[in-house]
């Protein structure tokens, strides 16, 4: 099953509360189902971005780390 | 874990409050990041700007220096002011972008320093009492900055 991202944000050096305003800010403008990636060096961003999606009920489906980057994607929730 | 998710939950509609006293720098964007950071978050959001913060918010006058608190030292000061984060003016425009802030001056204030309406930056909803915000706030957390 091939995974398709509908958006792609590079956020890397914005520190908080920016990531989750530009996240927040573009989930708004996806479909239910449709996925986002987003790419932070901000350390914070990994436990926001957790509580961002639970809180909000858009699934986090990937939460990883490459050197100083952390990738997510989060999946539109179905409403 | 599922009490904490369900707490979560049942906390996650309730407004967050914030009575903006304080109007230095520093004070605005901390209330301003835990306004917008609520917002995202889909919680509506409540401010109530009293004193100097209200000042602040002042037709003309939010993108001006409104220096620091005290407890800032010499050493943090030039810290803060460089600090490549954005305005607090402007994660407050976000917040309103992303979700539900309803940004109220408090009348006492407005009286005692002869601040009209218009005197206010646009961003500002409105006016009103205390018992106005209270009932905003309704059974959600207040938090006094």
């Not at chain 2, 050493?75 to 425009?93: C, E, F, M, N």
Request: net charge negative.
């Amino acid at each position: 099953m091939s995974i398709t991202i509908a958006k792609s944000l590079d956020l890397k050096g914005l520190s908080c509360p920016l990531p989750i305003i530009k996240t927040a800010k573009a989930m708004k403008e996806l479909a239910p189902g449709q996925l986002l990636e987003a790419f932070a060096t901000d350390p914070g961003s990994v436990s926001d971005f957790k509580a961002w999606a639970q809180t909000t009920r858009n699934p986090l489906v990937e939460s990883s780390q490459d050197g100083g980057v952390f990738h997510f994607v989060l999946k539109k929730k179905e409403i | 874990m599922a009490k904490e998710e369900n707490l979560m939950i049942d906390e996650q509609d309730k407004p967050l409050s914030l009575v903006m006293f304080s109007g230095t720098d520093d004070k605005l964007t901390a209330a301003a990041v835990l306004a917008v950071g609520a917002a995202t978050m889909g919680r509506p959001v409540n401010l109530f700007l009293q004193y100097y913060a209200l000042d602040a918010f002042r037709a003309g006058k939010v993108n001006a220096d409104h220096a620091l608190s005290p407890e800032a030292t010499a050493a943090q000061a030039p810290v803060i002011r460089g600090h490549k984060g954005q305005h607090w003016s402007d994660l407050l425009r976000q917040a309103k972008e992303v979700g539900e802030v309803n940004i109220q001056a408090c009348a006492l204030s407005m009286d005692m320093f002869g601040i009209g309406r218009e005197d206010l930056d646009p961003i500002v909803d409105g006016i009103e009492g205390v018992a106005a915000f209270i009932a905003s706030a309704s059974d959600g957390q207040v938090v006094f900055i």
